[in-house]
Protein backbone atom coordinates (compact mmCIF):
# COMPACT_ATOMS: atom_id res chain seq x y z
CA UNK A 1 0.00 0.00 0.00
CA UNK A 2 1.20 3.21 -0.75
CA UNK A 3 1.83 5.78 2.01
CA UNK A 4 0.42 9.27 1.81
CA UNK A 5 1.59 12.59 2.25
CA UNK A 6 -0.51 15.47 4.64
CA UNK A 7 0.47 18.75 4.92
CA UNK A 8 0.47 20.90 8.45
CA UNK A 9 0.45 24.27 7.08
CA UNK A 10 -0.69 28.10 8.60
CA UNK A 11 0.42 30.45 10.51
CA UNK A 12 4.06 31.24 12.20
CA UNK A 13 4.41 30.29 15.76
CA UNK A 14 0.83 28.58 15.91
CA UNK A 15 2.31 24.95 16.89
CA UNK A 16 3.13 22.80 13.93
CA UNK A 17 6.31 21.97 15.34
CA UNK A 18 4.95 20.83 18.31
CA UNK A 19 1.78 18.85 17.07
CA UNK A 20 4.64 17.19 14.49
CA UNK A 21 6.63 15.65 17.45
CA UNK A 22 3.60 14.30 18.91
CA UNK A 23 2.69 12.75 15.39
CA UNK A 24 6.56 11.42 14.99
CA UNK A 25 6.13 9.86 18.58
CA UNK A 26 2.88 7.80 16.92
CA UNK A 27 5.06 6.68 13.96
CA UNK A 28 4.90 8.81 11.27
CA UNK A 29 7.67 10.06 9.16
CA UNK A 30 7.80 13.96 9.35
CA UNK A 31 9.41 15.85 7.03
CA UNK A 32 10.43 19.28 9.27
CA UNK A 33 10.57 22.78 8.57
CA UNK A 34 12.37 23.19 5.47
CA UNK A 35 12.52 26.61 5.72
CA UNK A 36 14.58 26.35 9.15
CA UNK A 37 17.00 24.21 7.57
CA UNK A 38 17.49 26.47 4.56
CA UNK A 39 18.14 29.33 6.46
CA UNK A 40 20.43 27.48 8.70
CA UNK A 41 22.58 26.66 6.10
CA UNK A 42 22.21 29.97 4.28
CA UNK A 43 23.65 31.43 7.71
CA UNK A 44 26.64 28.74 7.56
CA UNK A 45 27.68 29.31 4.21
CA UNK A 46 27.94 32.73 4.31
CA UNK A 47 25.64 34.11 1.99
CA UNK A 48 23.19 35.74 4.09
CA UNK A 49 21.91 38.06 1.10
CA UNK A 50 19.95 35.59 -0.12
CA UNK A 51 17.30 35.78 3.00
CA UNK A 52 16.57 39.45 2.01
CA UNK A 53 15.79 37.97 -1.71
CA UNK A 54 12.40 36.48 -1.82
CA UNK A 55 12.49 34.85 -4.89
CA UNK A 56 16.01 33.12 -4.36
CA UNK A 57 15.31 31.85 -0.41
CA UNK A 58 11.78 31.04 -1.95
CA UNK A 59 13.34 28.93 -5.02
CA UNK A 60 16.11 27.45 -1.96
CA UNK A 61 13.11 26.76 0.14
CA UNK A 62 10.84 24.88 -2.79
CA UNK A 63 14.38 23.08 -3.98
CA UNK A 64 15.26 21.54 -0.54
CA UNK A 65 11.39 20.39 -0.19
CA UNK A 66 11.30 19.01 -3.14
CA UNK A 67 14.39 17.03 -2.23
CA UNK A 68 13.45 16.37 0.68
CA UNK A 69 9.99 15.15 -0.87
CA UNK A 70 11.24 12.70 -3.15
CA UNK A 71 13.28 11.10 -0.59
CA UNK A 72 9.64 10.15 1.40
CA UNK A 73 9.71 5.97 2.01
CA UNK A 74 7.07 4.84 -0.37
CA UNK A 75 4.95 2.73 2.01
CA UNK A 76 4.86 5.20 5.10
CA UNK A 77 2.56 7.97 5.45
CA UNK A 78 4.11 11.48 6.17
CA UNK A 79 3.57 14.73 7.98
CA UNK A 80 5.03 17.62 6.15
CA UNK A 81 5.76 20.55 8.19
CA UNK A 82 4.58 23.53 5.38
CA UNK A 83 4.05 21.63 1.72
CA UNK A 84 5.44 23.62 -1.66
CA UNK A 85 2.53 25.80 -1.50
CA UNK A 86 3.33 27.55 1.31
CA UNK A 87 5.77 29.06 -0.49
CA UNK A 88 3.53 30.81 -2.83
CA UNK A 89 2.14 32.54 0.15
CA UNK A 90 5.32 34.00 1.39
CA UNK A 91 6.38 35.02 -2.08
CA UNK A 92 2.72 36.69 -2.13
CA UNK A 93 2.48 37.93 0.70
CA UNK A 94 5.75 40.19 -0.47
CA UNK A 95 3.53 41.88 -3.00
CA UNK A 96 5.42 39.44 -5.52
CA UNK A 97 4.03 36.39 -7.79
CA UNK A 98 5.81 33.15 -8.49
CA UNK A 99 7.50 32.35 -11.70
CA UNK A 100 7.09 29.61 -14.03
CA UNK A 101 10.48 27.66 -12.17
CA UNK A 102 7.74 27.95 -8.93
CA UNK A 103 4.84 26.97 -10.51
CA UNK A 104 6.35 23.74 -12.35
CA UNK A 105 7.64 22.80 -9.36
CA UNK A 106 5.28 22.76 -6.93
CA UNK A 107 2.98 20.93 -9.82
CA UNK A 108 4.93 18.02 -9.51
CA UNK A 109 3.85 16.90 -5.88
CA UNK A 110 0.69 16.64 -4.29
CA UNK A 111 -0.95 15.93 -0.87
CA UNK A 112 -3.38 13.68 0.47
CA UNK A 113 -4.84 16.11 3.07
CA UNK A 114 -3.95 19.80 4.01
CA UNK A 115 -4.35 20.76 7.78
CA UNK A 116 -4.68 24.03 8.68
CA UNK A 117 -3.32 24.71 12.06
CA UNK A 118 -5.05 27.72 13.46
CA UNK A 119 -4.05 31.00 16.23
CA UNK A 120 -3.44 29.62 19.78
CA UNK A 121 -4.53 31.71 22.42
CA UNK A 122 -1.86 32.04 24.62
CA UNK A 123 0.34 33.15 21.52
CA UNK A 124 3.02 35.23 22.51
CA UNK A 125 6.12 37.09 19.90
CA UNK A 126 8.66 34.63 21.40
CA UNK A 127 6.90 32.26 19.32
CA UNK A 128 8.15 33.93 16.51
CA UNK A 129 11.23 33.35 14.66
CA UNK A 130 11.55 36.12 13.03
CA UNK A 131 7.85 37.82 12.03
CA UNK A 132 4.67 39.62 14.29
CA UNK A 133 1.61 38.32 14.92
CA UNK A 134 -0.09 40.21 12.21
CA UNK A 135 2.21 38.95 9.78
CA UNK A 136 1.70 35.49 11.44
CA UNK A 137 -2.47 35.71 10.71
CA UNK A 138 -1.86 36.91 7.10
CA UNK A 139 0.42 34.17 6.43
CA UNK A 140 -2.35 31.58 8.15
CA UNK A 141 -5.02 33.35 5.38
CA UNK A 142 -2.84 33.20 2.67
CA UNK A 143 -2.09 29.51 2.69
CA UNK A 144 -5.39 28.60 2.93
CA UNK A 145 -6.17 30.79 0.26
CA UNK A 146 -3.61 28.95 -1.87
CA UNK A 147 -4.35 25.09 -1.07
CA UNK A 148 -7.72 25.77 -1.58
CA UNK A 149 -6.83 27.96 -5.36
CA UNK A 150 -5.03 24.59 -6.28
CA UNK A 151 -8.14 22.13 -5.79
CA UNK A 152 -6.83 21.05 -1.69
CA UNK A 153 -10.11 20.89 0.45
CA UNK A 154 -8.72 22.53 3.92
CA UNK A 155 -8.99 20.84 7.48
CA UNK A 156 -8.61 23.71 10.28
CA UNK A 157 -7.51 22.55 13.16
CA UNK A 158 -8.73 25.04 16.60
CA UNK A 159 -6.60 26.04 19.59
CA UNK A 160 -7.49 23.29 21.75
CA UNK A 161 -4.64 21.58 24.26
CA UNK A 162 -1.88 19.66 21.92
CA UNK A 163 -3.62 16.74 22.67
CA UNK A 164 -6.53 17.33 21.07
CA UNK A 165 -5.17 18.98 18.23
CA UNK A 166 -3.47 16.05 17.15
CA UNK A 167 -6.50 13.57 17.98
CA UNK A 168 -8.54 16.29 15.82
CA UNK A 169 -5.80 15.54 13.46
CA UNK A 170 -5.54 11.71 13.33
CA UNK A 171 -9.73 11.41 13.10
CA UNK A 172 -9.26 13.05 9.93
CA UNK A 173 -6.90 10.35 8.52
CA UNK A 174 -8.47 6.68 7.59
CA UNK A 175 -6.92 3.64 8.79
CA UNK A 176 -5.12 1.81 8.48
CA UNK A 177 -2.20 4.32 9.54
CA UNK A 178 1.24 3.37 7.37
CA UNK A 179 3.90 4.00 10.44
CA UNK A 180 7.41 3.37 10.63
Given at each position: ?29 I ?32 E ?83 Y ?33
Amino acid sequence: MKGRKFVLTGGIGFGKSTILTELKKIGFYIVPSVADIVCREIKKSGKKEILKDTNRLSKAILEKQHELEVKIPPHIDTFCERGLLDSIAFIKQQGLEPDEEILRLVNKHSYDKIFVIGEIANYSDKNMKFRSINNSREILKLTSQIYRHFGYSTVFIEDVDIKERVSMILDNIPKPWRLL
